[in-house]
């Protein structure tokens, strides 16, 4: 009987447009230790609604955002997103925060057939065949590998691992693990921290054990990572650290007020600043005339994959429903946004590739 009702009610969830309007889903991060990351997202990507908005909107249809907070923890995701998609008039879910948010979502994108889009995640678990998955972002093991060429570049041959226990937490260790074996890098001491937790001093005195690692590898929030530098640091720790670009380089550098000395991030967008890139340009365009004067990767993010739904929303068979949006998406091809480009075919959905490095000395 249970499954009978929950396939009825996929069915009658099915989804359309409502009329005027393009409604999009989220569950993310507005409140609790990860807030930045999630309200930063959200704020490049309704950036780009509004200016669309203002000129008429898509095709005459308004892009509305329908915005639940989960403050990263997947017991409120899941929640959320089964309000979303019994909710027929919600075409695509887009901009969730996190790996282990985004894994509570997948039960019910597979059911109820829901286009999935632009999750702040690298992690292979979205990245494994599923047609209604689309990435935007590259993966944690394209960072993983470009961090460790730069700890060998640095003569780092010893590292340590700080990780948040929880699957984002294992799917960095792992993505890890895999570049460092390749490149000949040893691990070692390896740590866990608790989701959304900065008690660290337990893990600082795991991974400072003597003979100390060169440098400590960090998968976690910005929270977290910043009260676990300034601590190892505090007690003079003179190695480097390295994170995945989940931390969000802008939030990490206000939480260490500034002083990112031997810290190096991944980051899978260009220079927020740098407006000679085509696609920053119109992201700062945007930002300014939704009335924001400051820029930052996370908002660049949210922006570019609100770029990439309009493009599978203008791409897709009218009248629009969950499974013309998500046909959409798949047939875009290659597309170059100005400066990034991104890439869907049927069997492949990863989007980006792009991977950068910002680091101070």
Known sequence: ML???????ARAAQGKAAAGEIVVGSS???SGPAAMLGQGLHAGAQALFKQI????GLGGAKLVMRALDDAYEPVRTDRNTRLLVDDPKV???FGYVGTPTSKAALPYVRRWQIPFVGAFTGAEVLREPNPMVFNVRAGYRAEAEALVAAMVSSGVKHVGVLYQADLFGRAGLEAMRSAAEVQGLVIGPVASVQRNSVEVQAALAALLLRPQPEAIFMVS???TCAAFIRAARQQGYAGRFYSLSFAGLEPLRQALNQDMRKVTIAQVV???DDASVAVVAAYQKAMREAGHKQFDSISLEGYIAARVLVEGLRNAQKP????SVAQGLETLGRVDLGGFQVAYRSKDHQGSHYIGLSSDK
């Open 28 to 30: 993310a991060a507005f």
């Open 3 to 9: 499954l009978g009702a929950l396939a009825g009610s």
């Open 221 to 223: 929030t910005y929270a």
């Open 53 to 56: 908005n203002g000129q008429g």
């Open 270 to 272: 260009p220079d927020p």
């Open 320 to 323: 629009l429903s969950r499974e």
């Open 91 to 93: 075409l695509a879910l």
